[in-house]
């Protein structure tokens, strides 16, 4: 247990669905980030919170719904999603003393989703 | 933008020998971190070695370690004695220097260790 946990592990659902996907960080961290891992592709950057606050949005589509209620909880809110965007969906915190101080980057488990 | 770039999608090593993953990145940030993580089949994404772009030194950790080459902007892991449980996807990241900042991944290569 990394102190990132993410809920559910998998996930199967139609492209009409609507589903959430949890992660939950208990480290004290103060940003969270939603990456998406495809097969034979680079970790992609999906959403970043600081202190709560989204920071940045790499260019995803709108049927993605990011939500940060507090520090310590991330969610990613699906609907009406496609066949592509079955992947693994990674959720990692981090936090930084200041500039030039080492990060601490800690990731969860992931949740496989697959899109039916 | 920064980029990183893992040239070997796949390689294998025997027991106890030793490998070396490459990794190239291109920034034009002078200050940066590099890391190397390892993603065993549990999905877990483990951070095996960590690098400081205005140390000289090479990082290194038991088994692990990499050489970094600041003006080649090349950062290779080198694991010695392989293991068994070494095997996993291995991926190359950059990370800037100040704040709470996003790592930018390689694709990965994938190593496994053959008895």
């Known amino acids: 247990e990394t102190g990132v946990t993410q809920t559910p592990r998998h996930l199967v659902m139609g492209m009409t669905n609507k589903k959430s996907l949890k992660c939950e960080q208990h480290?004290?961290?103060?940003?969270m980030y939603w990456y998406k891992q495809s097969a034979k592709k680079p970790l992609e950057l999906m959403f970043v919170?600081?202190?709560?606050?989204?920071?940045e949005n790499n260019s995803v589509p709108s049927r993605f719904s990011p939500e940060c209620p507090n520090s310590s909880h991330l969610f990613l809110h699906l609907h009406t999603l496609q066949p592509e965007d079955s992947a693994l969906y990674l959720c990692?915190?981090?936090?930084?003393?200041?500039?030039?101080?080492?990060?601490?980057?800690?990731f969860g488990s992931g949740t496989r989703l697959t899109v039916v | 933008a920064q980029t990183v770039t893992q040239s070997q999608p796949e390689m294998s090593v025997q027991e106890a020998e030793t490998v070396t993953l490459s990794c190239t990145y291109d920034?034009?940030?002078?200050?940066?971190?590099l890391f190397w993580y390892k993603q065993p089949p549990s999905r877990q994404m483990i951070l095996v070695i960590r690098?400081?772009?205005?140390?000289?030194q090479n990082a290194t950790e038991n088994r692990f370690s990499v050489n970094f080459q600041k003006a080649a902007k090349s950062f290779s892991l080198k694991i010695s004695d392989s293991q068994l449980g070494d095997t996993a996807m291995y991926f190359c990241?950059?990370?800037?220097?100040?704040?709470?900042?996003?790592?930018?991944f390689g694709k990965g290569t994938r190593l496994s260790v053959i008895a």
């Open positions: 990241a950059f990370m800037m220097y100040s704040g709470n900042t996003p790592l930018v």
């Open positions: 690098q400081e772009a205005y140390k000289q």
């Open positions: 920034t034009s940030e002078s200050n940066y971190y």
């Open positions: 990692a915190s981090s936090q930084a003393g200041g500039p030039g101080q080492v990060v601490s980057y800690t």
């Open positions: 919170y600081n202190f709560k606050e989204q920071t």
């Open positions: 480290l004290g961290h103060n940003a």
